[in-house]
């Protein structure tokens, strides 16, 4: 599974105390922080650390989170205000705009003998099915590996696969 | 309607996590290190976000949103002394995710309906909830609506629930 985080490049994702993971610059690699804000050409922002106190990043310098629950939100937060054409694109059915990130949950579809048929995120007004879709069609919605917090990596995972298709960075490093 | 009071105290336990968006809710009291400009006072709401020392939580550092120079300020500060900011979406999210950590009271899914579509929260509270006298004198169709274009009521009523369960009403903060 890859490393669970997204690109801060992508526009409107970080938000103000989204968990980042700064990559390069004066903080070691690997040092996570939350975000404070962007500069007006929003091509950089502020990090604050233990370590170090707050540092100016450039935006390709951090990636979000998702192994935090607030990054995890502030993905979803980031899908609220996508084009919804874009989530249109990969879901096979969806039933409403998701209004709102505070609640959501992955259910795994199956058919008769067990094989995966496909994905289905549940918001409280709406749901969205991804079935057989390429983009989740590798995950396995019984794996049970958490993460630290005791959330389910492979619900991370998914929500990570589909922002980075929504917003056209598939196969993006930053 | 004074979105001022859209706060939750910070000492109730496990609700401030990291990055919580925080104002300053100690009483006025100055702080020697920090030049006047940068004193809590009235009219000189400081907001910042927390970032918690250790997994007891009581207590962290604050980056607020103010500056000193060409630097911003970062406190040593004891979550007692801040409130959780619900004017904010991720202060909101923050607020859910401890009642939903919390023991079901009410036999239902706290979180599920705090999420939920904008006209219908308030008054799935008032029926879904328990105690109705927590909410009567919110108005479901209260339109009015927060700096990022969330409904106040939705965020009162929010706030009152977390309150409540903490047993916490009458809260100052």
């Given at each position: 599974m890859?490393?669970?985080?997204?690109?801060g490049?992508?526009?409107?994702?970080?938000r103000?105390?989204?968990?980042?993971?700064?990559?390069?610059?004066?903080?070691?690699?690997?040092?996570?922080?939350?975000?404070?804000?962007?500069?007006?050409?929003?091509?950089?922002?502020?990090?604050?650390?233990q370590?170090?106190?707050?540092?100016?990043?450039?935006?390709?310098?951090?990636?979000l989170?998702?192994?935090?629950l607030?990054?995890?939100?502030?993905?979803?937060?980031?899908?609220?205000t996508?084009d919804?054409?874009?989530?249109?694109?990969?879901?096979?059915d969806?039933?409403?705009?998701?209004?709102?990130?505070?609640?959501?949950?992955?259910?795994?579809?199956?058919?008769?003998?067990?094989?995966?048929?496909?994905?289905?995120?549940?918001?409280?007004?709406?749901?969205?099915?991804?079935?057989?879709?390429?983009?989740?069609?590798?995950?396995n919605?019984?794996?049970?590996?958490?993460?630290?917090?005791?959330?389910?990596?492979?619900?991370?995972?998914?929500?990570?696969?589909?922002?980075?298709?929504?917003?056209?960075?598939e196969?993006?490093?930053? | 309607?004074?979105?001022?009071?859209?706060t939750?105290?910070?000492?109730?336990?496990?609700?401030?996590?990291r990055?919580?968006?925080?104002?300053?809710?100690?009483?006025?009291?100055?702080?020697?290190?920090?030049?006047?400009?940068?004193?809590?006072?009235?009219g000189?709401?400081?907001?910042?976000l927390?970032?918690?020392?250790?997994?007891?939580?009581?207590?962290?550092?604050?980056?607020?949103?103010?500056?000193c120079?060409?630097?911003?300020?970062?406190?040593?500060?004891?979550?007692?002394?801040?409130?959780?900011?619900?004017?904010?979406?991720t202060?909101?999210?923050?607020?859910a995710?401890?009642?939903?950590?919390?023991p079901?009271?009410?036999?239902?899914?706290?979180?599920g309906?705090?999420?939920?579509?904008?006209?219908?929260?308030?008054a799935?509270l008032?029926?879904?909830?328990?105690?109705?006298?927590?909410f009567a004198?919110?108005?479901?169709d209260?339109?009015?609506?927060?700096?990022?274009?969330?409904?106040?009521?939705?965020?009162e009523?929010?706030?009152?629930?977390?309150?409540?369960?903490?047993?916490?009403?009458?809260?100052?903060?």
């Amino acid at each position: 599974m890859s490393e669970l985080t997204l690109p801060g490049s992508i526009p409107g994702l970080l938000r103000r105390g989204s968990p980042v993971i700064a990559l390069v610059g004066r903080a070691r690699a690997d040092t996570r922080g939350l975000c404070f804000g962007h500069g007006l050409d929003h091509t950089g922002t502020l990090i604050g650390t233990q370590r170090e106190g707050v540092v100016w990043y450039g935006l390709g310098d951090v990636r979000l989170d998702l192994s935090d629950l607030t990054g995890r939100a502030h993905a979803l937060l980031w899908l609220t205000t996508c084009d919804v054409a874009a989530l249109e694109s990969i879901a096979d059915d969806m039933t409403g705009p998701i209004v709102d990130a505070l609640y959501w949950a992955w259910a795994g579809w199956e058919d008769d003998t067990g094989a995966p048929l496909g994905w289905e995120l549940n918001l409280w007004n709406a749901r969205y099915f991804f079935l057989n879709d390429d983009l989740l069609v590798d995950l396995n919605h019984r794996d049970v590996d958490t993460l630290a917090d005791g959330s389910r990596a492979v619900d991370a995972e998914a929500l990570r696969r589909i922002v980075l298709h929504v917003a056209g960075r598939e196969g993006s490093d930053v | 309607m004074n979105d001022s009071i859209l706060t939750l105290p910070g000492d109730i336990p496990g609700l401030l996590r990291r990055g919580s968006p925080v104002v300053w809710a100690a009483p006025i009291r100055p702080n020697p290190t920090l030049p006047a400009h940068l004193q809590a006072g009235p009219g000189r709401e400081r907001r910042g976000l927390w970032m918690p020392l250790g997994p007891k939580a009581d207590e962290g550092m604050v980056c607020w949103d103010t500056w000193c120079g060409a630097n911003r300020v970062e406190e040593h500060v004891y979550a007692g002394d801040l409130a959780l900011d619900l004017s904010d979406p991720t202060g909101r999210a923050h607020a859910a995710w401890w009642l939903d950590s919390q023991p079901r009271q009410y036999g239902t899914c706290w979180s599920g309906f705090i999420a939920s579509p904008r006209p219908r929260v308030a008054a799935l509270l008032g029926s879904v909830v328990g105690p109705s006298e927590l909410f009567a004198d919110l108005d479901p169709d209260d339109l009015r609506t927060l700096p990022d274009g969330s409904r106040w009521v939705d965020t009162e009523a929010l706030r009152r629930i977390v309150l409540h369960v903490a047993g916490r009403e009458g809260s100052d903060v």
